[in-house]
C-alpha cells in the first residue's frame, strides 16, 4: 500500500525525517518495501502565466507564448500544445532545468532530462511547458482534466514558485506490505495509528460531521437485505450534486496514493476508502428504480453489465445489489454500467456496505476480476466503520461544496459486530519475550493501539477494538507487546533444552535407499507432488484403478497442478523423457517421495500418505536383468533378502511378459511390495522416447514394515563344499522362480546355495524352449560330504525338475 507521509502527518504528529520513520516502523511490525521521494527529478521548473500567444511564422502547429515567471522580463518559449491559452497559469521548466521526463529528443543527464535554450523552426525558446506526464506522474494517475497537452493549473498560486512547493508535490511514499491478516492497515488512519503507537502521539480523527437538510434519507431510498452474505448496509443520499473537478488538495491525495482522480463525488469516495479502508460506492439515483435497494445473490444464469462495459456470467455464489427491477451492482466488486455517476447526475446515494469477506473473495475469482475494494472485502473489513465512513463522505460533500446532505441514513444491521475480551498474563509477556516490563507498559501500549483493559494484577482483560480482527488469543497480544517495546530491544538468547536429536527408523531405511542408489550410479531427483490427472492416462492405467483416487486441489494453479500424485511413476517417465529429448544416452535416476491417496473410509479425513521409491534407466548396455539386479540389491540393505518376481501381464504400464510384481517372502506371509519391468511401446510413444525404458516401482511403507536388518552371527564352515552345475531344456514362457522353488522343495539341508548363471535361447535350443544354467553348492555342517551324499540330493532334484517343470538336462 502507497501511504504518502504527508498524509499521515494530517492525523498523528510526527516531527522526524522519512529514514527514521521509515526505521521506526519496521522495527515496529511494519514491512516496507519502497521509500521514494514524490515527483523526483523536478529542478528549476516554476509557475508561470501565458500573457499572449502569437502564431508561429515558420510552421501553422506551433505557436510562441510570452510567460511571465515572476521576473521583469517576459520569457519566450515555443510549444505545440492546443489546449493553452493567454491567462493560463502553467509548469515552465526554463533554460537548464531538469524534470523526470520522458521527453523525446532531449539530451539525458544524470538528475533527469535537461531543458535547454533552442530553436523551433527559427524561433528561440527558452524551454517548455510541462505536461503531468513530463513532470513524473504516471499515465495512470493523471487527472482525466490533464491527461491530454499541458498540465493548467487552476489553483491559486504565485508566479514564479517552484512548481514543486506550489502544487505540494514535495513529500515522501512509502509503499508498506500489508500482510492478509492486518487489513486494518490497508488505510491511511490505519497506518496512522500504528505511526502513532510506534512515536506515542496521539492520534487525530477526521471531522465527519456535517450540516444536513430537512428532507430525510429515508423518504428518497428503502434497503432491505435478503443474504446473509451481506453483514450491515448503510446508505446516505446526496441532493444537489454539482459534478466537478475535485480541489487539488483531494486529487493530490489520490494520486499520491496510486489512484486517478476522475470527479468530485468519484474522488471523494475513493478518499475515504483509502483513509478509511471502508469501500464506498456511488449511485445516481436514476438508476435506481422503486428507489429501493435489495442485496441478494444472483439468479443462475444471470447476465450482467459492469462499468467497465463487461457482460459478467453469474452464479448463486455472487451477491448482488438490486433496484425494484434489477441488478445495479455486483455486491463488493464493481457497480454496473447504469448506475454510475454521470455529469449530469443531481443526486446521490452513497453505500457503505460490509459484505462477507470469504463471499467476495469467491465471487472476485470466479468473474476473474478484482478490484480496489474487492480487495480490501476479501481480507475483512469492521462493519462498525460503515456509518463512520458515510459520514466521513457527507462531510467531504459539504467542505467541497459538492451538494446538499439528506437526514439520516438508512441502515440495515442485524447482528452488530463486538470483540471478544482476552485475558493476557503479564508474567506469560515476559516469559515469552524473555524481559521484564511492567504491567503499567504493557498498559500503555494496548492502550495507544486503542484497546480497553481492565482487572487487576497478574491478569489483564484486554477488548481489542473492532477493526483489529487478528487479536484472538494471548500470543496476538503478546506480540503487540513485542512490536511497540521494539524487536531490535528484545535480548537474544538461545533456548535451554536437553533434548537429544535422533533419527526414526523410516528415515535410515530411507537414508540407506539413497546411499545405495547413488553408490550404483542412479542420480536422485526430486518432482512436484501436484501433478495432472493425465499423468496417469499416459501411463495405461485402467479406469477403475487404485491409482485414479486422486486428492483433488481446493485451488489449483492449474490443470498441470489439479491433483496429488498416487504414484511416482509417471514423474519418472517425465523426467526420462526430458533427458532423451536432450540427448542424453543414458540415464539411471530415483526418487524417493511421498504418494497420496483419496480417504475412502472418511471423505473429510486427511488421504492416505506413503513413501514410494521409484526406479527408473535407459541406454544402450541397459536390460531389464540391469534394473533387477539394483533392485535385488537395494532390497537386500534394505533388510529383504527372500524375493521372487513373478510375472505380470495386465498391467497397461508395462510391456507383457517383460513385466514382475515383486514379492518378499517373510517368516509369516508373502507380500506384495512393488512390480518392476519395461515401459509398454504405447507408454513409450506417449512420452516421445525412442528406445527402451526401464521402472521399478516399490511401497516403502510395507518395506519398512517386513525390514529384518538384524545381523546374526553365523560360525564360519568347517566342513569344505562341493558344487554341480546344470543346464536345464524347459519351456520357454516357464519362470525361473518356479524352477529355484522346485530345487529348494526337493533339496535338504545340505543345499547351501544356487545360483542362475547363464539363459540361452539359440540354434542349439529347440524353438519354443530356453537353457537355464545354475550352480548349485552343497555343504554339510557336521561333516565332509561324500559323492554318494551329494548325488542322492542331487538326483532328487533333477528328478523333481522332470517330473514337474518338464525340464531336461542339457549337455554343458
Same mark, same amino acid.
Not at 486 to 511: A, F, Q
Not at 536 to 543: F, G, L, P, R
Given at each position: 500500500?502507497?501511504?504518502?507521509?504527508?498524509?499521515?502527518?494530517?492525523?498523528?504528529?510526527?516531527n522526524?525525517?522519512?529514514?527514521?520513520?521509515?526505521?521506526?516502523?519496521?522495527?515496529?511490525?511494519?514491512?516496507?518495501?519502497?521509500?521514494?521521494?514524490?515527483?523526483?527529478?523536478?529542478?528549476?521548473?516554476?509557475v508561470?502565466?501565458?500573457?499572449?500567444i502569437?502564431?508561429?511564422?515558420?510552421?501553422?502547429?506551433?505557436?510562441?507564448?510570452?510567460?511571465?515567471?515572476?521576473?521583469?522580463?517576459?520569457?519566450?518559449?515555443?510549444?505545440?500544445?492546443?489546449?493553452?491559452?493567454?491567462?493560463?497559469?502553467?509548469?515552465v521548466?526554463?533554460?537548464?532545468?531538469?524534470?523526470?521526463?520522458?521527453?523525446?529528443?532531449a539530451?539525458?543527464?544524470?538528475?533527469?532530462?535537461?531543458?535547454?535554450?533552442?530553436?523551433?523552426?527559427g524561433?528561440?525558446?527558452?524551454?517548455?511547458?510541462?505536461?503531468?506526464?513530463?513532470?513524473?506522474?504516471?499515465?495512470?494517475?493523471?487527472? @482525466?482534466?490533464?491527461?491530454? $497537452?499541458?498540465? *493548467?493549473?487552476?489553483?491559486?498560486? %504565485?508566479? +514564479? =514558485?517552484?512548481? &514543486? /512547493?506550489?502544487?505540494?508535490?514535495?513529500?515522501?511514499?512509502i509503499?508498506?506490505?500489508?500482510?492478509?491478516?492486518?487489513p486494518?492497515?490497508?488505510?491511511?488512519?490505519?497506518?496512522?495509528?500504528?505511526?502513532?503507537?510506534?512515536f506515542?502521539?496521539?492520534?487525530?480523527?477526521?471531522?465527519?460531521?456535517?450540516?444536513?437538510?430537512?428532507e430525510?434519507?429515508?423518504?428518497?431510498l428503502?434497503?432491505?437485505?435478503?443474504?446473509?452474505?451481506?453483514?450491515?448496509?448503510?446508505?446516505?443520499?446526496?441532493?444537489?450534486?454539482?459534478?466537478?473537478?475535485?480541489?487539488?488538495?483531494?486529487?493530490?491525495?489520490?494520486?499520491?496514493?496510486?489512484?486517478?482522480?476522475?470527479?468530485?463525488?468519484?474522488?471523494?469516495?475513493?478518499?475515504?476508502?483509502?483513509?478509511?479502508?471502508?469501500?464506498?460506492?456511488?449511485?445516481? @439515483?436514476r438508476?435506481?428504480? $422503486?428507489n429501493? *435497494?435489495?442485496?441478494d445473490?444472483? %439468479?443462475? +444464469? =444471470?447476465?450482467? &453489465? /459492469?462499468?467497465?462495459?463487461?457482460?459478467?456470467?453469474l452464479s448463486?455464489?455472487?451477491?448482488?445489489?438490486?433496484?425494484?427491477?434489477?441488478?445495479?451492482?455486483?455486491?463488493?466488486?464493481?457497480g454496473?454500467?447504469?448506475?454510475?455517476?454521470?455529469?449530469?447526475?443531481?443526486?446521490?446515494?452513497?453505500?457503505?456496505?460490509?459484505?462477507?469477506?470469504?463471499?467476495?473473495?469467491?465471487?472476485?475469482?470466479?468473474?476473474?476480476?478484482?478490484?480496489?475494494?474487492?480487495?480490501?472485502?476479501?481480507?475483512?473489513?469492521?462493519?462498525?466503520?460503515?456509518?463512520?465512513?458515510?459520514?466521513?463522505?457527507?462531510?467531504?460533500?459539504?467542505?467541497?461544496?459538492?451538494?446538499?446532505?439528506?437526514?439520516?441514513?438508512?441502515?440495515?444491521?442485524?447482528?452488530?459486530?463486538?470483540?471478544?475480551?482476552?485475558?493476557?498474563?503479564?508474567?506469560?509477556?515476559?516469559?515469552?519475550?524473555?524481559?521484564?516490563?511492567?504491567? %503499567?507498559?504493557?498498559?500503555?501500549?494496548?492502550?495507544?493501539?486503542?484497546?480497553?483493559?481492565?482487572?487487576?494484577?497478574?491478569?489483564?482483560?484486554?477488548?481489542?477494538?473492532?477493526?483489529?480482527?487478528?487479536?484472538?488469543?494471548?500470543?496476538?497480544?503478546?506480540?503487540?507487546?513485542?512490536?511497540?517495546?521494539g524487536?531490535?530491544?528484545?535480548?537474544?538468547?538461545?533456548?535451554?533444552?536437553?533434548?537429544?536429536?535422533?533419527?526414526?527408523?523410516?528415515?535410515?531405511?530411507?537414508?540407506?535407499?539413497?546411499?545405495?542408489?547413488?553408490?550404483?550410479g542412479?542420480?536422485?531427483?526430486?518432482?512436484?507432488?501436484?501433478?495432472?490427472?493425465?499423468?496417469?492416462?499416459?501411463?495405461?492405467?485402467?479406469?477403475?484403478?487404485?491409482?485414479?483416487?486422486?486428492?483433488?486441489?481446493?485451488?489449483?494453479?492449474?490443470?498441470?497442478?489439479?491433483?496429488?500424485?498416487?504414484?511416482l511413476?509417471?514423474?519418472?517417465?517425465?523426467?526420462?523423457?526430458?533427458?532423451?529429448?536432450?540427448?542424453?544416452?543414458?540415464?539411471?535416476?530415483?526418487?524417493?517421495?511421498?504418494?497420496?491417496?483419496?480417504?475412502?473410509i472418511?471423505?473429510?479425513?486427511?488421504p492416505?500418505?506413503?513413501?514410494?521409491?521409484?526406479?527408473?534407466?535407459?541406454?544402450?548396455?541397459?536390460?531389464?536383468?540391469?534394473?533387477?539386479?539394483?533392485?535385488?540389491?537395494?532390497?537386500?540393505?534394505?533388510?529383504?533378502?527372500?524375493?521372487?518376481?513373478?510375472?505380470?501381464?495386465?498391467?497397461?504400464?508395462?510391456?507383457?511378459?517383460?513385466?514382475a510384481?515383486?514379492?518378499?517372502?517373510?517368516?509369516?506371509?508373502?507380500?506384495?511390495?512393488?512390480?518392476?519391468?519395461?515401459?509398454?511401446?504405447?507408454v513409450?510413444?506417449?512420452?516421445?522416447?525412442g528406445?527402451?525404458?526401464?521402472?521399478?516401482?516399490?511401497?516403502?511403507?510395507?518395506?519398512?514394515?517386513?525390514?529384518?536388518?538384524?545381523?546374526?552371527?553365523?560360525?564360519?564352515?568347517?566342513?569344505?563344499?562341493?558344487?554341480?552345475?546344470?543346464?536345464?531344456?524347459?519351456?520357454e514362457?516357464?519362470?525361473?522362480?518356479?524352477?529355484?522353488?522346485?530345487?529348494?522343495?526337493?533339496?535338504?539341508?545340505?543345499?547351501?546355495?544356487?545360483?542362475?548363471?547363464?539363459?540361452?535361447?539359440?540354434?542349439?535350443?529347440?524353438?519354443?524352449?530356453?537353457?537355464?544354467?545354475?550352480?548349485?553348492?552343497?555343504?554339510?555342517?557336521?561333516k565332509t560330504?561324500t559323492?554318494?551324499?551329494?548325488?542322492?540330493?542331487?538326483?532328487?532334484i533333477?528328478?523333481?525338475?522332470?517330473?514337474?517343470?518338464?525340464?531336461?538336462?542339457?549337455?554343458?
Amino acid at each position: 500500500m502507497l501511504v504518502s507521509l504527508e498524509w499521515i502527518k494530517d492525523y498523528t504528529d510526527i516531527n522526524v525525517n522519512t529514514t527514521e520513520f521509515c526505521d521506526r516502523m519496521v522495527m515496529s511490525g511494519s514491512n516496507l518495501e519502497t521509500c521514494t521521494e514524490f515527483c523526483s527529478g523536478i529542478v528549476g521548473v516554476v509557475v508561470g502565466k501565458i500573457e499572449k500567444i502569437e502564431k508561429h511564422p515558420e510552421a501553422d502547429k506551433l505557436v510562441i507564448c510570452q510567460l511571465n515567471v515572476g521576473k521583469d522580463d517576459l520569457v519566450q518559449i515555443v510549444t505545440g500544445a492546443d489546449n493553452i491559452f493567454e491567462g493560463a497559469i502553467v509548469p515552465v521548466a526554463l533554460q537548464n532545468s531538469r524534470i523526470p521526463g520522458p521527453l523525446h529528443g532531449a539530451p539525458k543527464s544524470e538528475g533527469g532530462v535537461k531543458i535547454t535554450k533552442g530553436k523551433l523552426r527559427g524561433v528561440v525558446s527558452n524551454g517548455m511547458l510541462c505536461s503531468a506526464g513530463e513532470l513524473g506522474l504516471d499515465d495512470k494517475v493523471v487527472p @482525466i482534466a490533464h491527461r491530454d $497537452g499541458i498540465w *493548467i493549473i487552476e489553483e491559486e498560486v %504565485k508566479l +514564479g =514558485e517552484d512548481i &514543486t /512547493t506550489a502544487l505540494g508535490l514535495n513529500d515522501s511514499i512509502i509503499d508498506f506490505e500489508i500482510t492478509p491478516n492486518r487489513p486494518d492497515c490497508l488505510s491511511m488512519i490505519g497506518m496512522a495509528r500504528e505511526a502513532a503507537a510506534t512515536f506515542n502521539t496521539k492520534l487525530n480523527y477526521p471531522k465527519n460531521d456535517c450540516k444536513e437538510s430537512d428532507e430525510k434519507t429515508q423518504d428518497y431510498l428503502e434497503v432491505e437485505v435478503k443474504s446473509d452474505l451481506c453483514l450491515r448496509y448503510s446508505a446516505r443520499v446526496i441532493k444537489d450534486v454539482k459534478i466537478k473537478q475535485s480541489p487539488w488538495w483531494l486529487q493530490k491525495r489520490l494520486i499520491k496514493a496510486g489512484m486517478r482522480p476522475i470527479n468530485n463525488i468519484v474522488d471523494i469516495t475513493n478518499f475515504v476508502m483509502m483513509e478509511y479502508g471502508q469501500p464506498l460506492h456511488a449511485f445516481d @439515483i436514476r438508476g435506481i428504480e $422503486g428507489n429501493k *435497494i435489495v442485496v441478494d445473490v444472483a %439468479k443462475k +444464469g =444471470e447476465k450482467f &453489465t /459492469t462499468l467497465d462495459e463487461v457482460e459478467r456470467n453469474l452464479s448463486e455464489n455472487i451477491l448482488m445489489i438490486y433496484d425494484a427491477k434489477k441488478a445495479v451492482a455486483i455486491a463488493g466488486i464493481m457497480g454496473g454500467l447504469d448506475s454510475g455517476i454521470m455529469n449530469d447526475t443531481t443526486t446521490v446515494v452513497i453505500e457503505s456496505a460490509t459484505f462477507n469477506k470469504d463471499g467476495i473473495r469467491k465471487a472476485s475469482k470466479e468473474l476473474a476480476h478484482r478490484t480496489e475494494a474487492s480487495g480490501r472485502y476479501e481480507k475483512g473489513i469492521d462493519p462498525n466503520l460503515c456509518e463512520e465512513a458515510a459520514d466521513r463522505v457527507c462531510h467531504l460533500v459539504e467542505l467541497t461544496e459538492s451538494g446538499t446532505v439528506l437526514k439520516g441514513s438508512v441502515d440495515v444491521y442485524p447482528n452488530k459486530y463486538v470483540s471478544a475480551p482476552v485475558e493476557v498474563r503479564v508474567d506469560r509477556v515476559n516469559k515469552v519475550l524473555g524481559i521484564e516490563v511492567e504491567r %503499567k507498559f504493557m498498559t500503555d501500549v494496548f492502550e495507544s493501539l486503542e484497546m480497553k483493559v481492565s482487572g487487576d494484577g497478574n491478569i489483564m482483560t484486554v477488548t481489542p477494538p473492532t477493526i483489529r480482527q487478528d487479536l484472538i488469543i494471548e500470543e496476538d497480544f503478546i506480540e503487540e507487546v513485542a512490536r511497540m517495546y521494539g524487536y531490535e530491544n528484545l535480548p537474544t538468547t538461545l533456548p535451554k533444552s536437553n533434548t537429544v536429536s535422533g533419527e526414526s527408523e523410516h528415515r535410515k531405511l530411507r537414508n540407506i535407499a539413497r546411499e545405495a542408489l547413488c553408490s550404483m550410479g542412479f542420480n536422485e531427483i526430486q518432482t512436484y507432488s501436484f501433478v495432472s490427472p493425465r499423468g496417469i492416462d499416459k501411463i495405461n492405467i485402467d479406469e477403475d484403478s487404485w491409482e485414479r483416487a486422486f486428492v483433488e486441489l481446493i485451488n489449483p494453479l492449474g490443470d498441470e497442478n489439479s491433483v496429488m500424485r498416487t504414484i511416482l511413476t509417471p514423474n519418472m517417465m517425465e523426467v526420462l523423457s526430458r533427458n532423451y529429448s536432450r540427448k542424453i544416452g543414458k540415464v539411471s535416476a530415483f526418487e524417493i517421495g511421498n504418494t497420496f491417496i483419496k480417504n475412502f473410509i472418511d471423505p473429510n479425513g486427511l488421504p492416505d500418505e506413503n513413501y514410494s521409491i521409484c526406479l527408473g534407466m535407459y541406454g544402450d548396455d541397459v536390460d531389464f536383468f540391469s534394473l533387477k539386479g539394483a533392485t535385488k540389491e537395494l532390497l537386500s540393505l534394505l533388510g529383504i533378502e527372500k524375493l521372487s518376481f513373478i510375472s505380470e501381464k495386465e498391467y497397461g504400464v508395462y510391456h507383457p511378459g517383460r513385466c514382475a510384481r515383486i514379492v518378499a517372502h517373510t517368516k509369516d506371509e508373502d507380500v506384495e511390495i512393488g512390480i518392476m519391468g519395461e515401459i509398454h511401446p504405447d507408454v513409450m510413444e506417449n512420452y516421445g522416447i525412442g528406445q527402451r525404458v526401464y521402472v521399478c516401482e516399490l511401497m516403502f511403507e510395507t518395506i519398512n514394515e517386513i525390514s529384518d536388518r538384524e545381523i546374526v552371527f553365523s560360525q564360519l564352515p568347517k566342513y569344505p563344499s562341493t558344487s554341480r552345475d546344470i543346464a536345464l531344456l524347459v519351456e520357454e514362457n516357464l519362470e525361473v522362480a518356479k524352477i529355484e522353488e522346485t530345487i529348494r522343495e526337493a533339496s535338504t539341508e545340505i543345499l547351501e546355495s544356487l545360483k542362475m548363471f547363464d539363459i540361452y535361447k539359440g540354434k542349439q535350443v529347440a524353438d519354443g524352449k530356453k537353457s537355464v544354467a545354475y550352480s548349485l553348492t552343497y555343504r554339510h555342517k557336521d561333516k565332509t560330504l561324500t559323492d554318494a551324499d551329494v548325488d542322492k540330493v542331487h538326483e532328487n532334484i533333477l528328478k523333481a525338475l522332470e517330473s514337474k517343470l518338464n525340464a531336461t538336462l542339457r549337455d554343458m
